[in-house]
């Protein structure tokens, strides 16, 4: 999961083979779970694989 303050925008998408500043690792259940902020919106990447 990112994070973009001058968008207010979450993205959640596959794991980096690399680390990323200020991306977080989620399991699937909290993937599925989370939600944005009001008036944040949410874009989920589902099914790409990071390599």
Excluded at 22 to 37: I, K
């Amino acid at each position: 999961m990112t994070y973009d303050y001058d968008s207010s925008t979450v993205v959640i998408g596959p794991l980096s083979m690399t680390p990323v500043p200020g991306g977080f690792d989620l399991c699937t259940r909290h993937a599925d779970a989370l939600t944005a902020p009001r008036g944040w919106q949410l874009i989920r990447h589902i099914g790409i694989s990071a390599g």
